[in-house]
């Protein structure tokens, strides 16, 4: 079993950047993809970002490429989402999640543990 506790979540204004945090329990974390995805409210879950469990694959969804970046500590059991140039509709409740395969997969049903989320709010 993985456990997965994000943080970092918080209310900055439009242009601002947050950086948000995943740990995970357990020895197995460096073999894990890691994805972080996100709801709004009223809408689905969406794909953000991935890395694959070496961290030489990342792979981001088109509405963040350029301002968000994936990272992944596997000395710390971490990975963390670097949020830039922060905008209203990024507003949601972040996820990260483990992928027991190992890559970096933008599909939410490759994923295996779920954390229980973060609220990020940006306001205009």
């Known amino acids: 079993q993985v456990q997965l506790v994000e943080s970092g979540g918080g209310l900055v204004q439009a242009g601002g950047s947050l950086r948000l945090s995943c740990a995970a329990s357990g020895r197995t974390f460096s073999s894990y993809g890691m994805g972080w995805f996100r709801q709004a409210p009223g809408k689905e879950r969406e794909f953000v970002a991935a890395i694959n469990w070496s961290g030489r694959t990342t792979y981001y969804a088109a509405s963040v490429k350029g301002r968000f970046t994936i990272s992944r500590d596997n000395a710390k059991n971490t990975v963390y989402l670097q949020m830039n140039s922060l905008k209203p509709e990024d507003t949601a409740v972040y996820y990260c999640?483990?992928?027991?395969?190992?890559?970096?997969?933008?599909?939410?049903?490759?994923?295996?543990?779920w954390g229980q989320g973060t609220q990020v709010t940006v306001s205009s």
């Open positions: 999640a483990a992928d027991t395969a190992g890559w970096a997969a933008a599909a939410i049903a490759e994923y295996d543990y």
